[in-house]
């Protein structure tokens, strides 16, 4: 079955940066789209930053804009999300999607990780 498996969450100072890898396996990677989605405590989903199969198209939140970077390796099933320059708004659970919209009127679509969190504090 499909797995997403997310990891490099955890404690930022604000300014400063982290690195989330997904692994993915149980389904042809490098055929699907990709895509990065957060939800902050209290808040919504909301789509961060998504690329298509071959690493084309790469679409970011305006939120995210500049700071952050994702890109993949096909031959690892691996998807990353670089994240520099961090806010506290930042904080929230940061999932791996098998979609390129990721959510499509406010519910999640594709298959979803359990998430890593993230947390910009000082």
């Known amino acids: 079955q499909v797995q997403l498996v997310e990891s490099g969450g955890g404690l930022a100072q604000p300014g400063g940066s982290l690195r989330l890898s997904c692994a993915a396996s149980?389904?042809?990677?490098?055929?699907?789209?990709m895509s990065w989605a957060r939800q902050a405590p209290g808040k919504g989903l909301e789509r961060v930053a998504s690329l298509y199969s071959d690493g084309s198209n790469k679409w970011y939140a305006d939120s995210v804009q500049g700071r952050f970077t994702i890109s993949r390796d096909n031959a690892k099933n691996t998807l990353w999300l670089q994240m520099n320059s961090l806010k506290p708004e930042d904080t929230a659970l940061y999932y791996c999607?098998?979609?390129?919209?990721?959510?499509?009127?406010?519910?999640?679509?594709?298959?979803w990780g359990q998430g890593t969190q993230v947390t910009v504090s000082s």
């Open positions: 149980g389904f042809n990677f490098m055929t699907y789209a």
């Open positions: 999607v098998n979609h390129y919209r990721a959510i499509e009127y406010g519910r999640r679509v594709g298959s």
